[in-house]
């Protein structure tokens, strides 16, 4: 069970030792080899429990919907830190810029294509 994100809507089969994960730091904790990036990336939903693939390289936002049973997998991950901020509410912190910031980051985190972390050059 994913405690990264905690709204996760797919599993997603890691390319490179064919196990399935819910994100990226799932993957980071049990492996101890780097995620391979694949084009082809297989899913597996939660909802439906049906597998399906997508080409990567041609991902637009229709894709963002389970082929199966249309449910948005692509969706804001909500992570620990995030259900915390909630909590604290504090007007004095504004908290909701820094945490817009880390949503964009984090919306693609369960689907593995956020480990764009290869340096250039
Ligand atoms: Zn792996
Ligand atoms: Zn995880
Ligand atoms: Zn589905």
Redesign the pocket.
Known sequence: M????LNAQVAIRAPCCKQWY??A??HAEKEDHRLRKTNEMAFMCKKCKKAFRKDMTAYEESDEYCPHCDNHYVIEAKTPQAAIGVEGDDPRINSKLLKDERVKEDKFRSLFAQDTTDRLG
Not at 2 to 5: L, P, V
């Open positions: 994913c405690k990264h994100i819910d994100c730091e799932c």
